[in-house]
């Protein structure tokens, strides 16, 4: 069972607006910890999307946004596109246990 | 460019031990706040984080699984090596190596090496 919290799926038509919530806890993201977003197409590995809750890569469209508050955080993916269907995982740092931590993963369908 | 590479056997036995070797290039371990992280993903599930070790030669390893993990460094061959004792079915996965700059996320990763676990 993962540590942090996110929703097997969503969906959403081309164009439209789809978040991705991710809940954690006193000890992850509510201590002050960055939450970070990767983006695993169908057979590939993991791409960093976001990093530090709300800062993009060079090369990643500004469609993706990230933000946080509190013991949670969310991923925004506006004006949908069909090559966004993939997976994406929130991951944070959890200071009791000194671990690295991963949502369970959100598989975005494009309707 | 930052790349790295995972090798090591793609089937193992139940109860083997397990290594797994992370090549990488376009970084230096020696540089002060890198470090290289190992994640894995059994078929359909998530990531979960394993082990890491940094430019100060500290190793973190996941609680869960700490007794059976060990990670090590070799500077002159730009390597590092994961060791998963007492294999299990239930750790078939793809495991991935990654990089990370000071802060607490992975920008690189290497492919995958998907590893079976079956007698």
């Known amino acids: 069972q993962s540590v942090l919290t996110q929703p097997p799926s969503v969906s959403g038509a081309p164009g439209q607006r789809v978040t991705i919530s991710c809940t954690g806890s006193?000890?992850?993201?509510?201590?002050?910890?960055?939450v970070h977003w990767y983006q695993q197409l169908p057979g590939t590995a993991p791409k960093l999307l976001i990093y530090g809750n709300n800062n993009r890569p060079s090369g990643v469209p500004d469609r993706f946004s990230g933000s946080k508050s509190g013991t949670s955080a969310s991923l925004a993916i506006t004006g949908l596109q069909a090559d966004d269907e993939a997976d994406y995982y929130c991951q944070s740092y959890d200071s009791v246990v000194i671990s690295w931590v991963f949502g369970g993963g959100t598989k975005v369908t494009v309707l | 460019q930052i790349t790295l590479k995972e090798s090591g056997p793609t089937l193992v036995k139940p109860t083997q031990t397990l290594t797994l070797t992370c090549t990488f290039s376009g970084f230096s371990l020696r540089t002060s706040g890198v470090g290289v992280g190992w994640i894995r993903q059994p078929p359909g599930e998530a990531l979960e984080w394993l082990a890491d070790?940094?430019?100060?030669?500290?190793?973190t390893y996941s609680p869960s699984l700490k007794r059976r993990l060990t990670i090590t460094m070799d500077l002159s061959k730009n390597q590092v090596v994961l060791t998963m004792t007492d294999m299990d079915p239930v750790d078939t996965a793809t495991f991935y190596c990654?990089?990370?700059?000071?802060?607490?996320?992975?920008?690189?990763w290497g492919r995958g090496s998907l590893v079976s676990v079956t007698s």
């Open positions: 070790i940094d430019w100060n030669g500290e190793e």
């Open positions: 990654a990089y990370r700059r000071a802060s607490h996320y992975f920008a690189h």
């Open positions: 006193s000890s992850d993201i509510g201590a002050g910890y960055d």
